[in-house]
């Protein structure tokens, strides 16, 4: 990609922003199991960075996603995952499809706050028996009179805890898993919404995250974005900029994990020689770098496209899969080469090694993925009629 002063400039900011705002507390978020949102949230939008390809009527930048994917990128140089995946579902989950379908009268409710730091959101898409099968999902929407009365669960939901607002997706008919869903914005002070005690995950240790429950939850019908029974749709538009932000976050932080490893291997001594002279390791690291490389490739070729106007699903899901699994092939080689030290619960590797996990989970499993590329490849055998 041909980045421009602008970019750079932006760069600049976020990286900044992280050295400052974010590095210095990871340990102690990391160990608290969540961190101050509302007010970190609030630093990024009075630097405009939770709008960056947002509409500018509503306070965002209205610039192209190239400028987004440096945001997401540079975000990677932070010390731990669970802040910035809260920040990208801020910006690259539960507010696409408001900025691209929603009435005016729901962004300057719920985009333009969010866009300004003012509100947390989140997206409820997930449930127990339903993650990457979305059309199998069982949360309900029904009608009674000018509103929606909303019942279910959903579950994973990353910033519920502290979040204002939840884009959720539900069955608002009977008609057919990819025709009955809409995407509602509900604000999470409804009666009506409770949570769980927050979720002891792996990894992402920093972000809230816990189940969300509905019981009988009235908001009105103009909450919903767009016509009814297209949030499926809707959803899967979304998804792809979710997946090129997830696989540009990731660029940053993989080659992090190769230099401190790097200068970790410079350091350790064995039989008289550093690490990093062993032609296996020094070797090994060579490759992950050019891994990293290809990946950073295919993303911004993907991010190109996109701002051309077409359709990505196809590299978008590609640098999803390739991130979530380079992620993992990086991460543990590199903490081999710490021996016991990359063992430790609070090594920079194992947090990486634990926090990556997540990229070839979330939104889309990498098996998912797979299936998306095999369908545009024209190979994925059709389903069966009795």
């Known amino acids: 990609m041909l980045f421009t002063e602008e970019h750079d400039a932006l760069r600049k900011t976020v990286r900044d922003f992280v050295e400052k705002e974010i590095n210095p507390h990871c340990d102690e978020w990391e160990e608290a199991g969540t961190f101050p949102i509302h007010d970190v949230f609030g ?8 709008g960056i390809h947002k509409p500018e009527e509503f306070g965002g930048m209205g610039l192209d996603y190239s400028y987004n994917l440096v945001v997401a990128e540079e975000l ?29 009268e729901l962004k300057r409710e719920f985009l333009a706050p969010a866009i300004a730091g ?80 927050h979720l002891n995950k792996l990894g992402m240790r920093s972000s809230e995250t816990a189940q969300v429950f509905f019981d009988d939850v009235r908001v009105p019908q103009r909450n919903r974005i767009g016509a009814e029974g297209t949030g499926f749709m809707m959803q899967m538009v979304q998804f792809q900029e979710e997946r090129m932000w997830g ?35 020094h070797f090994r690291l060579a490759e992950l ?11 911004y070729q993907a991010c190109e496209l996109h701002i051309q ?32 030290m990359g063992y430790m619960w609070d090594n920079p590797l194992s947090r990486a090694f634990r926090d990556v996990r997540l990229v070839s ?17 024209g190979i994925l055998p059709g389903k069966r009629k009795d």
């Open 43 to 50: 630093k990024l939008g009075k630097l405009g960075l939770l």
């Open 76 to 104: 990677g140089t932070a010390h731990c995952g669970g802040v910035p995946l809260a920040v990208g579902v801020q910006t690259d989950m539960c507010t696409p499809a408001l900025a691209r379908f929603g009435s005016d």
């Open 118 to 197: 003012e509100m947390v959101g989140c997206i409820g898409v997930s449930e127990v028996g339903a993650g990457s099968d979305v059309a199998g999902m069982k949360t309900t929407a029904r009608k009674d009179g000018d509103d929606y009365v909303i019942n279910g669960a959903k579950m994973w939901i990353t910033n519920s805890p502290s979040a204002d607002f939840i884009c959720l997706l539900a069955n608002t008919s009977d008609d057919k898993p990819h025709k009955n869903k809409s995407l509602i914005m509900v604000p999470m002070n409804t009666p009506g919404i409770s949570f769980s005690p």
């Open 247 to 281: 696989a540009a976050n990731v660029i940053k932080a993989l080659e992090h994990c190769i230099n401190v490893t790097i200068d970790y291997c410079r350091e350790r001594q064995t039989f008289g020689q550093p690490l990093i002279d062993n032609q296996s390791i």
């Open 289 to 299: 770098q050019t891994e990293v490389e290809a990946l950073r490739a295919l993303t």
């Open 309 to 340: 106007g077409k359709d990505v699903t196809r590299l978008a899901s590609m640098a999803k899969l390739k991130a979530g699994r380079l992620g993992r092939e990086v991460t543990d080689s590199c903490l081999q080469y710490w021996g016991g």
């Open 361 to 377: 989970i979330g939104g889309g499993a990498d098996e998912i993925m797979l299936g998306i590329i095999c369908k545009l490849m």
